[in-house]
């Protein structure tokens, strides 16, 4: 799927000169803090090849099931790969932190004040029944993604105070409040939607009936459930444009279902299907070299460089139940798990452990808090754990033997503070309740990392246990909240604003299918977050991160799991790659392309040259 980057906002701000603020100068991009990579000649980024060839196919892999074609609402699980038929008014460059450039939108102006942002269309902007791209369309979209989509859409543009067409291709959005860095951008990467087309389908609800979109590709084929091919549009209306040239060559792309990743791994293989991203260390580490088309060339293996935060990946607790809302009886549970000795004894040595929310990047709070840190952190003081002033959260350590002895007896002592007693080997609480932990998974793959954790919970006295459902259950599990434990990953960006309301705000705690599966309410947090979303500077941006991060990790609301910053692939080797890969994205379906040269040697059994 392509991914868009949601954050930032764009331009020098200059003074107004009248009540209503005047506007900038139009531009053919916005970036977070006023630089631009490219200028508004670029022909194309300079991470494609522009002459790249078109034709193919490529085929990918699904885990479980789908059952919908539309990505924008609570309900349902939509298909993979489904945004390529959709396309946004700004496109992102993934070579820059926080860079987006005109798609639907051929420029851009934002009031001096920031309090209105404002998109002149492309006349030649077409959905792919052919229905031209207008105004209204985007207004459209706008106001049905936060009356009827998927709840964070309403969190996100709170601040929009109204969205009017002024021309058939001039849209402008005004807003409560002036000088709102974030919300220009989240505006600038919106998808555009056929209102045509929607006021004679009902929106809300899940399809297998692809709409009309603006993206490069339609769907060409759906088996619910199992497979979804995608047909790139021929003589795509924005093929030529900077943003789009080199970019998504191939002529088909197919997603096939499998019930589990062991069933999918082996069906790589068989040439079921042509690329992996490989999560797994053990398999990357022992399941390839053995395999014929790796040791015959037929299969590539390659680790490319993952320049973007790594965000972090951790057992998040469901703070919304009593048993985890002290934070002595989450500090046990991460003393529980033995990270050194997973990490030697099921991944091989390849991950390093997750200190931070913003791993991976100069984000991270790595070191003790500067000046300005502290500075900001000070009205916070009686409201955020006394480690914060003064230690880098590191996560308890282990000497990897496997026995946790003394982060155990640790654990225990945690417990006792916090009121939990042992009654008949069982840990209790002051009403012989028992404190009981499920970790809640939708496929087994986990279990292998999960068991020797719940062997350690149980040697302190916690009823630990492993509950698996379908992918469906799952999601809907998620969205209500109906959880102990669940292993979740947030994906940081270059330039983190809004989106740390979605995932870490007290607003966000209660709301069907938010991102704060933790239901972490905390006014010390909230008020970080607004430092984030207020910076005026990159250096002002880090300095609110890092003293959220502290926060964050201290509070313990998660036990930290691992990254890596890498991206670990294979693929058979029928495929050509740029020279450059873009910084910020592996890049894979959008900037790659079929070669029918290499294919016809694979056909016949032979190894084509390596990249």
Not at 24 to 53: C, I, Q, R
Not at 341 to 359: E, Q
Not at 491 to 504: D, H, M, R, W
Not at 539 to 548: I, K
């Amino acid at each position: 799927m392509i991914r868009r980057l949601l954050s930032g906002s764009v331009l020098a701000a200059i003074l107004a000169s009248s009540p209503q603020a005047q506007e900038l100068p139009k531009s053919h991009g916005l970036s977070a803090f006023g630089d631009l990579k490219y200028s508004s000649e670029f022909k194309h980024f300079d991470y494609v090849n522009p002459n790249a060839p078109k034709g193919g196919t490529i085929r990918l892999a699904g885990i479980d099931s789908f059952d919908s074609l539309n990505p924008y609402i609570l309900k349902g699980v939509s298909a993979g790969g489904v945004g390529l038929i959709h396309a946004t008014l700004m496109e992102r460059a993934n070579d820059e932190p926080d860079a987006l450039y005109g798609l639907v939108a051929e420029t851009v102006s934002v009031a001096a004040d920031k309090s209105a942002i404002t998109f002149d269309l492309r006349p030649t902007a077409r959905f792919s029944d052919g229905t031209p791209i207008t105004a209204a369309d985007v207004v459209f979209t706008f106001q049905t993604l936060v009356k009827k989509g998927h709840p964070q859409y309403r969190f996100i543009f709170a601040d929009v105070d109204d969205v009017k067409a002024l021309t058939k291709h001039r849209v402008k959005f005004t807003f409560k409040a002036a000088n709102n860095r974030d919300l220009p951008l989240q505006i600038a990467g919106l998808p555009v939607l056929s209102k045509r087309y929607y006021e004679k389908v009902q929106f809300d609800k899940t399809t297998m009936t692809a709409p009309p979109g603006a993206g490069p590709y339609r769907v060409a084929k759906v088996e619910p459930g199992r497979s979804i091919v995608y047909e790139r549009i021929k003589n795509y209306w924005a093929d030529q444009l900077p943003v789009m040239r080199g970019r998504y060559n191939f002529d088909m792309v197919r997603f096939d279902y499998f019930r589990d990743r062991d069933i999918a791994f082996q069906a790589f293989f068989s040439k079921s299907y042509d690329f992996r991203e490989e999560f797994t260390s053990r398999s990357w580490a022992t399941q390839y070299d053995n395999k014929l088309p790796i040791k015959d060339g037929r299969i590539v293996r390659a680790t490319l460089p993952d320049a973007t935060p790594s965000g972090v990946q951790a057992f998040f607790f469901n703070m919304r139940r009593n048993k985890f809302k002290d934070r002595r009886v989450r500090a046990a549970l991460d003393l529980a798990f033995d990270y050194e000795w997973t990490n030697r004894t099921l991944f091989y040595g390849l991950y390093d452990r997750t200190n931070s929310m913003f791993a991976n990047s100069n984000l991270g709070a790595e070191k003790p808090p500067t000046a300005d840190e502290i500075k900001l952190l000070e009205p916070l003081r009686s409201k955020v754990p006394d480690e914060v002033f003064s230690k880098v959260y590191q996560s308890p350590k282990t000497d990897g033997s496997g026995r946790n002895r003394s982060n155990l007896r640790k654990a225990a002592r945690l417990l006792r503070q916090a009121g939990w007693k042992i009654v008949n080997n069982k840990l209790v609480d002051q009403t012989g309740k028992p404190l009981t932990v499920e970790f809640l998974l939708f496929e087994s793959s986990f279990q292998r990392i999960i068991s020797p954790y719940i062997r350690n919970l149980k040697r302190v006295g916690i009823d630990a246990r492993i509950r698996i459902v379908d992918v469906a259950n799952f999601q809907h599990r998620m969205q209500q909240y109906d959880f102990d434990v669940v292993v979740q990953r947030y994906v940081q960006t270059n330039t983190p604003g809004i989106e740390q309301k979605t995932y870490f705000s007290s607003k966000m705690a209660d709301v069907p299918g938010s991102r704060n599966l933790a239901g972490i309410k905390n006014p010390a947090i909230d008020y970080l977050i607004d430092k984030v979303i207020a910076a005026k500077s990159r250096t002002d941006l880090v300095t609110a991160v890092h003293a959220l991060d502290r926060v964050l990790m201290w509070n313990r609301y998660m036990v930290p799991q691992w990254y890596k910053g890498d991206h670990n692939i294979a693929y058979w080797n029928k495929f050509e790659r740029p020279k450059i890969k873009p910084k910020f994205d592996l890049g894979m379906l959008d900037t790659w392309w079929y070669s029918a040269k290499k294919a016809a040697m694979i056909d016949a059994g032979k190894a084509p040259p390596k990249p």
